[in-house]
């Protein structure tokens, strides 16, 4: 048996499927079966880990026949086929001998009555999850929404794990405890149990390694450079009558200082294209406290939005737009995003005066302190270095090209701010260009009879054609006062929803009875700063 000393030199190897081992290489049937090692690196099998001084079989993984260590699985019965191994939460039954119907894989559902879908129910079973290095890249497979302890991610098909799911690289431990829950319901309060008539079922739930090149390291984005090929997609729309053309690809030249990029290119009669990068793994915490989405973009004869989400909630809206100006744009990603897989999408309009053209470029996320470590909000008081925010949307210009300086957005103004001298600005001149800012949050725990909430400060005209409002996705909207002073306003948030995501829309919303879009206006504004996720005893605690 070989043994690793602290003589010889081994190298430590983060986010790579294949660790480097000892210098003099052993079968990995031996090292399965226990050599002596220090640290991880010292096992040569790619998926073993130094466990008390003997390469062993990483989490979910076994010693086959051959004396490899081979993939053996992670959940215990997860096609449902036998009541063990799970523990179901009010209303969800397992049913071993209940035949799905559509089953393709075993006999036995897990199901979800309706009072269990909509009481945010869970089925959870706990699992030890390996390191990234030390594995292959993990998907969960037959999920509906899951989560392995904070943040939840719908599956659908195949769902990559993000970076906050492998067990920490830094620790001496092979694996990290974890609780694997899985849910049915999305928490509308409205929810009626009498709609799921025979509940929500589930046929076979694991998780298991992923495709080649299916899912990025933790922390990394998949090409996001587009120094290579795939990752990115492309749509164009053109119009027909005017027998309009446009592309889509990734060419030599066009990106950063000379590098390749990701372009869209839209000729007469192109009206819109979209570039889009699925592949992005925001880091965990603990590698990045204060992650920001970051991209180049270089623009010409149209306007671009970008869109960043997570599909971190079946039924939710997984994300929201942000405003793109040509150059270097950073954003602060939510809490929500954090250790979980992102996708990144953005929509060039034509404005139609002849050939467009939009280039993206080193797609990345990066640590911006400013953005702040909450574990409920990012940027609350609107302070961050950023050169977008995530979230703020109008339709200004987006398509006609008009004059308008409608617009949410962050403006650095002490005179209108209620702290420091950021503030969320929403403002309007034209009709129908809705400005809005969407705030994505976590839902904190209830502390004693005091429910979860977020409170914030504002100040707004008496409205004229429109007024401020502040509606959170699921809940009542708070009354607003309309004095041109700053106020404090509270707004509860959802109690099912703990340790998930909420978003509350700020806007400023038509008082009109017929209004005519794109009509101008006398401009309206009104500010918001100072957000807080907090508790509060005027809110439900359950």
């Not at 053109?238 to 200082?257: L, P, R």
């Not at 290119?265 to 992005?280: D, F, H």
């Not at 403006?411 to 809005?436: E, F, K, M, W, Y």
Request: charged share 15%; glycine share 12%.
């Amino acid at each position: 048996m070989m043994q690793c000393g602290r003589g010889r030199v081994a190298v430590v190897v983060t986010w790579i499927l294949a660790a480097t081992g000892c210098r003099d290489t052993v079968a990995p049937a031996e090292c399965a079966n226990g050599c002596a090692c220090e640290i991880d690196s010292d096992c040569t099998d790619p998926v073993t880990s130094c466990d008390q001084g003997t390469c062993s079989c990483s989490p979910g993984y076994a010693v086959d026949e051959a004396g490899a260590c081979v993939w053996s699985g992670l959940l215990v019965n997860p096609g449902f086929t036998t009541t063990g191994g799970w523990d179901p939460g009010p209303g969800v039954t397992i049913e071993p001998d209940r035949f799905p119907g559509t089953q393709t894989i075993d006999l036995g559902m897990a199901v979800f009555s309706g009072q269990a879908v909509c009481g945010m129910s869970r089925l959870s079973q706990p699992v030890t999850l390996p390191k990234f290095s030390r594995s292959e890249p993990l998907v969960v497979v037959g999920a509906g929404a899951f989560s392995f302890g904070s943040g939840w991610k719908s599956a659908g098909g195949h769902s990559c794990l993000g970076a906050s799911a492998y067990a920490p690289e830094a620790q001496g431990e092979p694996g990290m405890a974890r609780v694997f829950s899985l849910v049915a319901g999305d928490g509308d309060p409205s929810c009626n149990p009498a709609a799921f008539v025979g509940g929500v079922a589930f046929d076979h739930v694991e998780i298991k390694p992923a495709e080649v090149g299916e899912c990025p390291a933790p922390g990394t984005t998949l090409n996001g450079d587009a120094e290579g090929e795939g990752a990115w997609g492309f749509t164009i729309v053109v119009d027909d009558d005017q027998n309009g053309t446009g592309t889509g690809m990734i060419e030599d030249g066009v990106g950063e200082a000379g590098s390749r990029g990701a372009r869209v290119n839209l000729n007469v009669g192109g009206l819109y294209g979209s570039a889009s990068n699925s592949k992005i793994s925001v880091p965990s915490t603990e590698q990045v406290p204060s992650p920001a989405i970051q991209y180049y973009l270089r623009a010409s004869g149209g306007v671009a939005m970008s869109y960043v989400g997570s599909g971190s909630r079946g039924g939710f809206s997984d994300g929201a737009w942000m405003p793109a100006a040509p150059g270097r744009q950073t954003a602060c990603l939510p809490p929500s995003m954090r250790g979980n897989l992102a996708e990144f999408s953005s929509t060039f309009a034509s404005n139609g005066t002849g050939t467009a053209t939009a280039v993206y470029d080193n797609l990345e996320v990066v640590n911006e302190p400013s953005c702040g470590t909450d574990p409920g909000i990012a940027n609350p008081g609107f302070e961050a270095v950023a050169t977008s925010l995530l979230g703020a949307y109008a339709n200004a210009g987006t398509i006609l090209g008009s004059a308008s300086s409608s617009a949410a957005r962050v403006t650095n103004d002490p005179l209108n701010a209620h702290t420091g001298s950021g503030v969320l600005q929403l403002r309007i001149d034209r009709i129908c260009d809705d400005p809005a800012f969407v705030a994505d949050v976590v839902v904190p725990p209830a502390v004693g009879a005091a429910g979860p909430a977020l409170s914030f400060f504002y100040k707004a005209p008496a409205p004229v054609a429109y007024q401020l409002t502040a509606k959170p996705n699921f809940g009542a909207s708070p009354v607003l006062t309309y004095d041109g002073a700053y106020h404090r306003a509270v707004i509860c948030l959802q109690p099912l929803l703990v340790g998930q995501r909420q978003t509350i829309t700020f806007a400023m919303s038509t008082l009109l009875a017929s209004p005519v879009c794109y009509q101008a206006i006398t401009a309206e504004e009104a500010f918001v700063d100072d957000l807080s996720v907090t508790t509060d005893p005027s809110c439900p605690a359950i």
